[in-house]
């Protein structure tokens, strides 16, 4: 059974930093591609960024672009998000995800795993 849980959230003032990480178990971690998404209340979710199986590639919303980040340490199992810059507009739960399309997907009905979510709040 796959497990992801994902931790770090929290209350952050405007301009300051946060980092997800997201735990997997139950499936072979360097086969998937994993994922970040977010859903604010009374929005829809919508794609943060992904990184590769491998990786090597990353791909961002255009939202984060060159504020956060995704990396992953495929010996724990592990992926991360960095958030740096955090806007009052980036207020929302962030979830993690795993497809096995090696590169990865910005939908998010190509995920068939998912975390519970951790809630990121950022105050003007």
């Known amino acids: 059974q796959v497990q992801l849980v994902e931790s770090g959230g929290g209350l952050v003032q405007a301009g300051g930093s946060l980092r997800l990480s997201c735990a997997a178990s139950?499936?072979?971690?360097?086969?998937?591609?994993m994922a970040w998404f977010r859903q604010a209340p009374g929005k829809e979710r919508e794609f943060v960024g992904v990184?590769?199986?491998?990786?090597?590639?990353?791909s961002y919303a255009d939202s984060v672009k060159g504020r956060f980040s995704i990396s992953r340490d495929n010996a724990k199992n592990t992926v991360y998000l960095q958030m740096n810059s955090l806007e009052p507009e980036d207020t929302a739960v962030y979830y993690c995800?795993?497809?096995?399309?090696?590169?990865?997907?910005?939908?998010?009905?190509?995920?068939?795993?998912w975390g519970q979510g951790t809630q990121v709040t950022v105050s003007s």
């Open positions: 139950g499936l072979t971690f360097s086969a998937y591609s």
């Open positions: 995800a795993a497809t096995i399309l090696l590169s990865g997907s910005i939908y998010s009905h190509d995920y068939k795993s």
């Open positions: 990184i590769s199986a491998s990786g090597s590639r990353t």
